[in-house]
């Protein structure tokens, strides 16, 4: 049983538009929410993260937006580039537990020129 | 920067044999995670260890163990593989610090069982 749920599977945008990935999660207990990018042949690399005490986040072009009481969170990027095509994975963590991650499906962007 | 190394990329294997794949991290970190990663589901975590000697199952332990004899390498042994465990295999590691860090990953091991 999947907690932490992205139910677009890719999501296409012209470059310089606003990218938004969305997910969901279950579990209240989550109390740290991060997003990893990772390309094809590459590991996942941290990109953003956000705790529960706060509602946004932002870092250059990547904001990330959490709605509590929703349990729902989501990326925005803006201006998409080219380069930030990749699979972007939502993960959830709660606190003292060893840093453990439950990651969501994940979500392939395609940026076209 | 952290690097995390995983020794193969691409590993092919049969059913039945005993596979290990490792992971070293050179940033000192105390804890390690294995996940494997399938389409539609993500990572899900195998196994992990906060410290030597230590270890913890994950969501799917099932037909897998793993072995952290030093801090700094972790292996997970596939103790008879099987065809449903051809998987993208990721390492992480991350310190235990009081404020959340995020995980570092290894490059993965696709391994193919046939």
């Known amino acids: 049983d999947q907690q932490v749920k992205q139910n677009s599977p890719s999501l296409s945008v012209q470059e310089g538009r606003i990218s938004i990935l969305n997910c969901d999660y279950t579990?209240?207990?989550?109390?740290?929410f991060l997003w990893y990018k990772k390309y094809p042949a590459e590991g996942p690399t941290f990109l953003i993260s956000?705790?529960?005490?706060?509602d946004k986040n932002e870092d250059g072009r990547f904001t990330v937006f959490l709605n509590k009481s929703a349990k729902h969170l989501s990326l925005h990027i803006v201006p998409s580039q080219p380069g930030d095509s990749a699979v972007y994975f939502c993960?959830?963590?709660?606190?003292?537990?060893?840093?453990?991650?439950?990651f969501g499906a994940g979500t392939q962007v395609v940026v076209t020129p | 920067d952290v690097k995390v190394t995983q020794s193969s990329r691409y590993l092919v294997k049969r059913t039945g044999e005993k596979v290990f794949l490792e992971c070293v991290q050179d940033?000192?970190?105390?804890?390690m995670f294995w996940y494997r990663q399938d389409p539609g589901l993500g990572l899900r975590l195998i196994y992990f260890?906060?410290?030597?000697?230590?270890?913890e199952k994950g969501d799917i332990p099932e037909g897998y163990s793993v072995s952290r004899e030093k801090k700094e390498r972790f292996s997970l042994i596939l103790e008879s593989a099987s065809t449903n465990q051809t998987s993208m295999y990721l390492c992480?590691?991350?310190?235990?610090?009081?404020?959340?860090?995020?995980?570092?990953f290894g490059d993965g091991t696709r391994l193919s069982i046939l």
């Open positions: 992480a590691s991350s310190p235990r610090i009081l404020l959340y860090q995020p995980q570092h």
């Open positions: 579990n209240s207990m989550f109390d740290y």
């Open positions: 956000i705790s529960s005490i706060k």
């Open positions: 993960a959830a963590s709660i606190t003292d537990s060893w840093g453990k991650l439950q």
């Open positions: 940033m000192d970190h105390e804890n």
């Open positions: 260890s906060y410290d030597v000697k230590m270890k």
